[in-house]
């Protein structure tokens, strides 16, 4: 279920918000609460309570991304005189994270906290974290079994639709919009395949650094994951 429509923005902050409201009500409710994720960020953001930068102030953004977009080379050369920490973790042609690391330098604090760690020990609420581990094999079968199926139902005139009106910045990043809408369904199929193999492949790197996960075996039927899964949880 959408809860915001393609055109709106959604911050970290915000969706920290909601994701810690969604989830004091279900534990409120039934006693425990499921999240499923999703990007490291996003999921650490729904589990803990983070220490979120500052949002930009008024122009700025839009300023800094003036730079960028008159010269690359320039703006990263400012952001290593600004905040060399950070410009050592993006890329040059990465315009967000380049735009949103001066932005940070420019107030004061930096895209890479002192202390970089994406996971710590502390969450707001007693958690299991289970990883699900697939074979190789596995993965990429079910990756080019998920993207023939979004073929299948329509994702093609689905997003030609979508891109008749107005598309957040939030929304732009999804993986497959610009392929569905710049490439033909078969070059747009294979890149999405490449495109989700490589981020499978950042995912699993991530998610074993959670202290405390426990991995799962996912190479089996859905119900015997979940039972697996229960039976972890039951026993702390």
């Known amino acids: 279920m959408a809860i915001r429509e393609i055109a709106e923005e959604m911050s970290l902050g915000e969706y920290a918000g909601l994701a810690h409201a969604a989830i004091d009500e279900l534990v409120d409710a039934n006693g425990a609460a499921v999240i499923a994720g999703g990007t490291g960020l996003y999921l650490r953001a729904a589990l803990v309570d983070m220490v979120l930068p ?14 960028y977009d008159a010269d690359p080379s320039a703006a990263y050369a400012r952001l290593e005189e600004l905040d060399p920490t950070a410009a050592a973790a993006v890329h040059p042609n990465d ?49 080019r079994e998920r993207t023939e199926g979004m073929f299948a139902r329509g994702v093609v005139e689905e997003v ?57 075996d996912a190479d089996r039927p859905p119900a015997e994951v979940a039972d697996a899964i229960l039976e972890v949880a039951r026993a702390r």
């Open 54 to 67: 500052p949002a930009p102030g008024p122009g700025t953004r839009e300023r800094w991304e003036a730079v």
């Open 95 to 143: 315009q967000r994270r380049v735009v949103r690391a001066l932005e940070l330098a420019e107030a004061g604090t930096s895209l890479v906290p002192e202390h970089d760690r994406l996971w710590s020990e502390e969450m707001r609420r007693p958690t299991l974290v289970a990883g699900l581990d697939l074979p190789r094999e596995a993965l990429e079968q079910r990756i």
């Open 160 to 216: 030609r639709k979508a891109l008749q009106m107005p598309v957040s910045r939030t929304a732009e990043k999804a993986l497959g919009l610009r392929e569905l809408a710049e490439l033909s369904p078969e070059e747009a199929f294979e890149r999405i395949v490449a495109r989700t193999r490589r981020y499978a492949a950042y995912q699993r790197k991530w998610m074993r650094r959670i202290p405390g996960i426990v991995m799962i």
